[in-house]
């Protein structure tokens, strides 16, 4: 399904503002006498902006398009799968040999077929399937065994990721959807991805912004921290 022209545009223009911001995290954290360009940064969003134009949207497969992506871009790693719900990336990441891990308070049953946007076929997922599960809200404490935290629409966690992430120096990718139970709030006119970016930078997080190929809240940014690496 393609998105209305309208919605088109605005999600670009919010891309755009986080790559105004991943460059600005570079220029904060690169040393004055270090003149070297940007390859992660051009790479990625290559990458990125490829997909975007070739694909057309896709409503309902964002854990297979966050799957797809995180497997070609970066090197397998302890995930923590923060407000994963069911655990459908969760089990997709270990089937592709992650060590990955839903924290979530509400323990949900993982599904019982997806779809496979590889090969278009739908795909079982045994009865006795199961992924590793804290049934517990996240507290950064938690980030100490992950290289990599990942909250996708996971509400009420995001900016105890970035916390979380600034003590640890762990990696963290965020795709955040609506603001509830977060502890600060963007001002008026400023969207809520731009200001978690924008947090992220001050607490001196080196950012790359990600969009993905699926309808509504598809627009975030991701930082690798010490262990999480990206493919060469
Ligand atoms: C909007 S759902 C998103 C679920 C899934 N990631 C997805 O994209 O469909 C938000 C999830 O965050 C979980 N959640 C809410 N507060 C949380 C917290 N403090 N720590 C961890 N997970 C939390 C909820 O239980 C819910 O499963």
């Given at each position: 399904?393609?998105?209305?022209?309208?919605?088109?545009?605005?999600?670009?223009?919010?891309?755009?503002?986080?790559?105004?911001?991943?460059?600005?995290?570079?220029?904060i954290?690169?040393?004055?006498?270090?003149?070297?360009?940007?390859p992660k940064?051009?790479?990625?969003?290559?990458?990125?902006?490829?997909?975007?134009?070739?694909?057309?949207?896709?409503?309902?497969?964002r854990?297979?398009?966050?799957?797809?992506?995180?497997?070609?871009?970066?090197?397998?790693?302890r995930?923590?799968?923060?407000?994963?719900?069911?655990?459908?990336?969760?089990?997709?990441?270990?089937?592709?040999?992650?060590?990955?891990?839903?924290?979530?308070?509400?323990?949900?049953?993982?599904?019982?077929?997806?779809?496979?946007?590889?090969?278009?076929?739908r795909?079982?997922?045994?009865?006795?399937?199961?992924?590793?599960?804290?049934?517990?809200?996240?507290?950064?404490?938690?980030?100490?065994?992950?290289?990599?935290?990942?909250?996708?629409?996971?509400?009420?966690?995001?900016?105890?990721?970035?916390?979380?992430?600034?003590?640890?120096?762990?990696?963290?990718?965020?795709?955040?959807?609506?603001?509830?139970?977060?502890?600060?709030?963007?001002?008026?006119?400023?969207?809520?991805?731009?200001?978690?970016?924008?947090?992220?930078?001050?607490?001196?997080?080196?950012?790359?912004?990600?969009?993905?190929?699926?309808?509504?809240?598809?627009?975030?940014?991701?930082?690798?921290?010490?262990?999480?690496?990206?493919?060469?």
């Amino acid at each position: 399904m393609m998105a209305k022209p309208k919605d088109r545009k605005k999600v670009d223009q919010l891309h755009h503002k986080l790559i105004e911001l991943a460059i600005c995290s570079r220029q904060i954290n690169t040393s004055a006498t270090d003149n070297s360009p940007l390859p992660k940064i051009n790479t990625l969003l290559t990458h990125s902006t490829e997909d975007n134009r070739k694909t057309p949207r896709m409503k309902t497969f964002r854990f297979q398009l966050l799957h797809q992506w995180l497997i070609h871009n970066i090197k397998p790693c302890r995930v923590a799968d923060i407000g994963g719900g069911k655990g459908l990336l969760t089990y997709l990441l270990r089937e592709s040999g992650w060590d990955a891990t839903v924290i979530d308070p509400e323990n949900q049953a993982l599904l019982l077929k997806h779809k496979d946007i590889i090969t278009g076929k739908r795909a079982i997922i045994p009865f006795e399937a199961n992924v590793p599960r804290i049934d517990g809200q996240f507290e950064p404490s938690m980030a100490e065994n992950f290289d990599l935290l990942i909250g996708l629409h996971a509400h009420g966690c995001n900016i105890k990721i970035i916390d979380a992430a600034t003590k640890y120096n762990t990696g963290f990718l965020l795709l955040p959807c609506c603001i509830i139970d977060e502890p600060l709030y963007p001002v008026r006119g400023i969207s809520w991805v731009e200001s978690l970016a924008d947090y992220a930078i001050q607490k001196g997080h080196l950012i790359d912004p990600l969009r993905l190929n699926f309808k509504g809240q598809n627009i975030g940014f991701y930082s690798l921290g010490k262990e999480a690496s990206v493919h060469s």
